[in-house]
């Protein structure tokens, strides 16, 4: 059922990460507005951190979410991967001298210029520009009073890291003044494919600090907005996931492995795709939780080309509006949340 149902017209969003497939995540996101739900908070990993970006800075600036789809067509993957100089005089042994002193084969400056010129655009810079009004009747600590929250894994100090929740009691920095493209581009940062995101050392918050890909420790955060206080949710928190199969039972095609790079990759894309599978298992989870399915395309297809996009968007709109039709506010109230708000 629809927002014009039973169900209220607001709806947090978690956003899983999934790669170049996180395209489909924006034509979910837009056919839940066209449905219209609106959404106050919206909490994403790496793919899942640009399209929740994306949607944070349209709801903050008063535009309809339904732009999406359209934003998302304009990131161009091909240019995600930037060589670092040596990577561009040298080829493929270039790149390996750029993983040994740079910690990855790609410098990611295109997806934070990217990213930060379409929220400037639309009157973000900073987490502060994201600032949600005081709320007397919710949960929420002043920390934590956000439109968009993302994680990043900080392997220097082994934990996960919800940004911009964290920058102050962690990292000893000012979350209003902290760039809401950095923060993403440090959420998608996969290991050892793009150079980390690090975090200078600030008096009383220990060392430097060094972030790479929220999908690492945390790709579908679902539960990071559910109430603390025993309270019923006034609105529901709609997790949208991205499936690497269509439930059929049979396994992913075989890709041939060959090479240090390749295994490499080999290595971060199941990484990925278990993610997916692991995402989802208690079954009020899972009742919340909208299933994309994305087969027939890797996680780091970077050649990426507009018709496969467009199958990508096409899919997240079939899955927002098969969720749609069996959703049930009330009733998931009932068995998952101990009734009425």
């Known amino acids: ?19 170049v497939r996180g395209i489909a995540l924006a034509g979910a996101v837009a056919e839940l ?7 106050p908070r919206i909490a994403g990993s790496s793919a899942g951190a640009i399209a929740g970006a994306l949607t944070a800075a349209l709801v903050a600036a008063g535009e309809p979410t339904t732009r999406l789809a359209d934003l998302a067509l304009t990131l161009d993957y091909r240019k995600f991967r930037d060589p670092g100089s040596l990577g561009r005089f040298f080829g493929w042994p270039g790149d390996g001298l750029e993983l040994v002193l740079h910690d990855g084969v790609f410098r990611g400056d295109y997806l934070e210029r990217w990213l930060t010129g379409v929220l400037a655009d639309l009157g973000v810079r900073t987490f502060g520009d994201l600032r949600l009004p005081a709320d007397p009747a919710g949960d929420l600590p002043d920390a934590h ?21 964290d920058f102050s009691v962690h990292y000893g920095l000012d979350p209003d003044e902290q760039q809401v493209g950095r923060a993403v581009r440090a959420s998608a940062a996969i290991p050892f494919f793009f150079r980390p995101v690090r975090l200078p050392p600030r008096p009383g918050a220990g060392g430097a600090a060094t972030l790479v890909d929220g999908g690492l420790l945390a790709g579908f955060p679902l539960s990071v907005f559910d109430r603390t206080d025993g309270r019923p949710p006034r609105w529901p928190t709609f997790g949208v996931a991205l499936v690497a199969t269509a439930g059929s039972g049979q396994p992913p ?7 240090p790079l390749s295994l490499l990759a080999g290595s971060i894309e199941t990484m990925i795709n278990a993610q997916d599978s692991l995402c989802v298992n208690a079954e009020c989870d899972r009742v919340r939780t909208m299933a994309d399915v994305v087969d027939g ?9 507009d018709a496969a996009k467009r199958r990508l968007l096409a899919s997240g ?18 068995a998952c949340r101990g009734g009425a708000p």
């Open 145 to 165: 009073r956000y439109r968009l929250v993302v994680t990043a894994s900080d392997v220097s100090r082994r934990r996960l890291a919800l940004l911009p929740w």
């Open 33 to 39: 507005a066209a449905a219209g739900y609106s959404f």
């Open 253 to 259: 095609p075989a890709h041939d492995v060959g090479g």
């Open 317 to 334: 709109t079939a899955a927002a509006r098969a969720f749609l039709a069996g959703w049930d506010w009330p009733r998931y109230l009932a």
């Open 297 to 305: 395309v890797s996680a780091l297809d970077f050649g990426i080309g």
């Open 1 to 19: 059922m629809t927002a014009a149902g039973n169900a209220p017209e607001a709806a947090d969003l978690v956003l899983t990460a999934g790669g």
